[in-house]
């Protein structure tokens, strides 16, 4: 039997499977302490950092948000998940791959640079769970993932719909880009579903709104299977604004808004997530200079650790 790494299995690991011994509190902070490379080969899932802050409309902070679940992932690592029971990296093999390198100081360059970094990872065959920055990031996400899946359904957990009207091409702005991709024909509204919502916009461009007030009425349970209706079997990316919870559970974002979601709520609904076709993932809005004792950022390393074991409970139905 092979012994077990002591630290650092983030630079020590030289497979993809299997976890190290970490202490929590020391060490290099990939996600859930997942091996750091930019070697694609053989990975099932790559989580990257998509640190971009220049769309927001509110308080800026959000380009420090990849840093921040890396660091409150420690603890995840530690021991199997709950409500699991089990660590999904003995059959899902997932490497940190680092953040996508973009010149924040030409901002025209921003979207291409982050479509390319999809793609690399895209054509490897893994799945990408990206971790933000604002949500604009979901834009160049989302067109990369069309390519390769083709019109893809959304499930999107947010305080705001982001189908704000905005017709320049070259904008950066984290309310518009779902707009966007419903014009550009990326995502298709219908077979969409937005949960959470509590700011208004007079249109809706036909998306399916399960809002924070009839997610609070009709309880997660009944909220995740008219999710899963509404998507069904197609092309499906998951995007989760941390905004969709209340400020109580995350007050560390730039645009919180009362009367959201909890953390049980959420993370209830996300557990679910198995009869879903998920073709991409991420996790976005954490901005740290706000959060109060990590806690918005640990919400959000929750959120993307059910994810991960989403998809291994996925991988092993499937083989």
Known sequence: MQEPILGDGAIRREGLYGSSVENTYAGVLSFMRRKYTRELAGADVVISGVP??????????????????????????????????????????????????????????????????ARTILASGAKMLTLGGDHYITYPLLKAHAEKYGKLSLIHFDAHCDTWADDSPDSLNHGTMFYKAIKDGIIDPHTSVQIGIRTWNDDFMGMNILDAAWVHANGPQQTL???????????????????????????????????????????????????????????????????????????????????????????????
């Open 52 to 117: 971009l802050d220049l769309a927001v409309t509110f308080r800026s902070g959000a380009r420090l948000g990849p840093a921040a679940i890396r660091a409150a992932s420690v603890q995840l690592a530690e021991l199997k998940p709950y409500p699991w029971g089990f660590d999904p990296f003995e059959d899902l093999a997932v490497i940190d791959y680092g953040d996508c390198w973009f010149d924040a100081h030409n901002p025209m360059t921003i979207t291409p640079s982050i479509v390319e970094h």
């Open 225 to 319: 299977e008219r999710i899963l209706q509404i998507v069904g079997q197609r092309p499906t990316y998951l995007t989760f604004d941390i905004d969709c919870l209340d400020p109580a559970f995350a007050p560390g974002t730039g645009t919180p808004v009362p009367a959201g979601l909890s953390s049980a709520q959420a993370l209830h609904i996300i557990r679910g997530m198995g009869p879903a076709n998920l073709v991409g993932m991420d996790v976005v809005e954490v901005s740290p200079a706000y959060d109060q004792s990590e806690i918005t950022a640990l919400a959000a390393a929750h959120i993307a650790a059910d994810l991960l074991c989403v998809l291994r409970n996925q991988k092993l139905a499937a083989a």
